[in-house]
């Protein structure tokens, strides 16, 4: 169930949803634009948090990454 919100959109933003979406259609891109922008939001910060913490780890070469997962999969 969806909740009602209050928020204000610019002039020129309501007018184009005005015209360009059906009046029972709304709610509905508006929700679609706003999940994918907070997904956008999510990557960008979580990107951020893995750059900083490459930044703190040392560099790993592929073959001792090949190497430990073979370990944990008890394929030494």
Known sequence: ????????????????????????MRS???????RKELL???RRGLAKKHDQLRGRT?????LEIVKALRRDRGRT
């Open 58 to 62: 040392k560099a790993v070469s592929t």
């Open 40 to 42: 956008q939001v999510k």
């Open 1 to 24: 169930m969806g909740v009602k919100v209050n928020f204000v959109l610019d002039d020129d933003v309501k007018r184009d949803l005005d015209r360009l979406v059906e009046s029972g």
């Open 28 to 34: 509905r891109i508006i929700n679609d634009a706003l």
